[in-house]
C-alpha cells in the first residue's frame, strides 16, 4: 500500500527554518515525481516545490526561490523540504504528493494520486 507520512511541521518565528519530512512505503522515490504543496486557511492549495523521479530536477514557486529546498534520501526513502527565512505568509498546512506524471506537470495539484495527510507550520511572533 501506498502511503506518505509527513513529520516536522510547528511554530516557528519569522526568519526561522524548519525542515519537513515525508517518509514513504509501498513504493520507491526513484519511480514517482514528488512535490510539496500547501493549504493556507481561506486559500486553495499551493504548490511549494516538486522533484522528478530521477531527483536531478527541482522547481520552485516564486515566493520561496532562495529559501526553501526539496531534497531526498533514497536510503530513508525519504523527501525534505528545508525552510529557512520563514515569514508569516507561509503559514499553512503541508502535504507531500507523489505520481507517476510528467515533470513539466508537476506544480499541478490535480496530477497527483498519493497524498501525505499534511502537517501544520504557523509562522508566528
Known amino acids: 500500500q501506498l502511503q506518505f507520512v509527513e513529520s516536522g511541521g510547528g511554530l516557528v518565528q519569522p526568519g526561522g527554518s524548519l525542515r519537513l519530512s515525508c517518509a514513504a512505503s509501498g513504493f520507491t522515490l526513484d519511480t514517482y515525481v514528488i512535490a510539496w504543496f500547501r493549504q493556507a486557511p481561506g486559500k486553495e492549495r499551493e504548490a511549494v516545490s516538486c522533484m522528478s523521479s530521477s531527483g536531478r530536477t527541482t522547481r520552485y514557486t516564486d515566493s520561496v526561490k532562495g529559501r526553501f529546498t526539496i531534497s531526498r534520501d533514497n536510503a530513508k526513502n525519504t523527501v525534505y523540504l528545508q525552510m529557512n527565512s520563514l515569514k508569516p505568509e507561509d503559514t499553512g498546512i503541508y502535504y507531500c504528493?507523489?505520481?507517476?506524471?510528467?515533470?513539466?506537470?508537476?506544480?499541478?495539484?490535480?496530477?497527483?494520486?498519493?497524498w501525505g495527510q499534511g502537517t501544520q507550520v504557523t509562522v508566528s511572533s
Open positions: 504528493a507523489g505520481g507517476a506524471i510528467l515533470f513539466n506537470l508537476c506544480m499541478s495539484s490535480q496530477m497527483y494520486t498519493y
